[in-house]
């Protein structure tokens, strides 16, 4: 019987509703015993007559473990893709189910521990407010105290900011410049449908209101030799970190070749094309391609700004980008970053050579 201990919604999503279950494979399985007895969760019996391990309770499985298939001698056990759960958590719903679990149990998760803190944390004052489109706001950060800033950050890292006032957790953003005197910081905010924290900012974040921003923090920054030409790709707000790095390319080797390849689902939800057309006019070894999947709208008028019909990895099939060696950089959302992974594995580029986002905004 499954157990109601175990089959408690995950995070606020039915635990029926998430296949994720082990799967012995039957030729393989040398009947030794060790995922019933290592699964605490009762989710195996033994066959005795077999002599060969029946998964019974498959929603007994904690979502996410895969213990059995790890100390599986034989490696004869298989889960479903991690894909469909990663999917679950990037839903807001989901986050907030954690960030409530969290918060309501702060009294048996707070750590004990006084661990000096690795990271600094600054505030940073609300400096300006572009609402570039319905979606996303491009937001200008400023240093409170003259002198204490990320002034040092490298471009492609993030920062982790705060609501004022709200014990909600943090919400990690990239930066979008490279470093600039003052100590300045742009992120770019993508409205999240029912999001707690782009609910505040797109209704009541003002100018002067003051942020905590813990960082900078990642390694999605430039490994390429100065002389490796270059192909960035960006989907949505993922443009945020590869405007960074472009930025920084550009002031430092303007004539450096160079492709950024930025995919939007609407032409209209395009925006820092005054950015990116400033930054083309700087660098001549630069070409640009905006890609859509609905290229009949009006495409935007600025010079140097080509749009081109599909998703990122339909324009990539369609060019010969791929055949140059050029050392890739993506960032976006993650569905995108796995088709486009797997779409790279595929033409058989060498992973060396591919830097994708972790982070993925
Ligand atoms: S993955 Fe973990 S919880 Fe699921 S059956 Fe294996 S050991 Fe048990
Ligand atoms: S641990 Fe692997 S080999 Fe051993 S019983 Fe389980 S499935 Fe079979």
């Known amino acids: 019987m499954p157990d109601p201990k175990f089959t408690k919604p995950w995070h606020g999503v039915p635990r029926e509703e998430i296949h994720w279950n082990p799967t012995v494979i039957e030729d393989a399985c040398i009947g030794c015993g060790t995922c ?7 989710v195996y019996r033994y066959d005795f007559e077999r002599k060969k391990p029946v998964v019974v309770d498959p929603l007994n499985c904690m979502v996410g473990c895969t213990t ?3 100390t599986c001698p034989a490696n004869a056990i298989e889960f479903p893709p991690l894909g469909s759960v990663l999917a679950l958590e990037g839903r807001a719903e989901v986050r907030h189910a954690i960030e409530d679990d969290l918060l309501a149990r702060h009294d048996i998760l707070a750590s004990p521990l006084a661990i000096p803190h690795p990271d600094r944390i600054i505030e940073l004052r609300v400096e300006a407010i572009d609402p570039a489109t319905q979606d996303v706001i491009r937001l200008t950060l400023a240093p409170v105290t003259a002198g204490e800033c990320f002034c040092e950050f490298v471009p492609g890292q993030y920062l982790e900011v705060w609501q004022p006032g709200s014990a909600y957790l943090s919400r990690a953003y990239s930066i979008a410049n490279a470093p600039h005197d003052g100590g300045r910081i742009s992120l770019h905010l993508r409205r999240v449908e029912g999001g707690r924290f782009t609910a505040w900012a797109f209704a009541d974040m003002r100018v002067g209101d003051v942020l905590q921003a813990r960082g900078p923090l990642g390694d999605f920054t ?11 790709i960006a989907g949505g707000t993922g443009l945020a970190p590869i405007l960074a790095l472009l930025e920084q390319q550009v002031e430092l080797f303007p004539d450096r070749d160079m492709v950024l390849l930025w995919g ?8 820092a094309l005054d ?8 660098a001549p070894g630069l070409t640009i391609v905006l890609a859509s999947t609905e290229p009949e709208e009006t495409p935007p008028a600025l010079e140097r700004l080509a749009v081109t019909r599909g998703n990122v990895v339909e324009v990539l099939n369609r060019k010969d980008w791929l055949a140059q060696q050029r050392d890739i950089y993506a960032a976006g959302p993650t569905p995108m970053l796995r088709e486009l992974t797997r779409f790279l594995d595929r033409q058989g580029i060498d992973r060396r050579t591919v830097h994708v986002d972790s982070f993925a905004v």
């Open 36 to 42: 019933v007895t290592g699964c605490s969760r009762l």
């Open 68 to 70: 059995c298939a790890n």
């Open 222 to 232: 430039m490994r390429s030799a100065p002389d490796a030409p270059l192909l960035l």
């Open 264 to 271: 939007m689902g609407r032409v209209a939800d395009f925006y």
């Open 275 to 282: 950015t990116l057309q400033s930054l083309a006019e700087k």
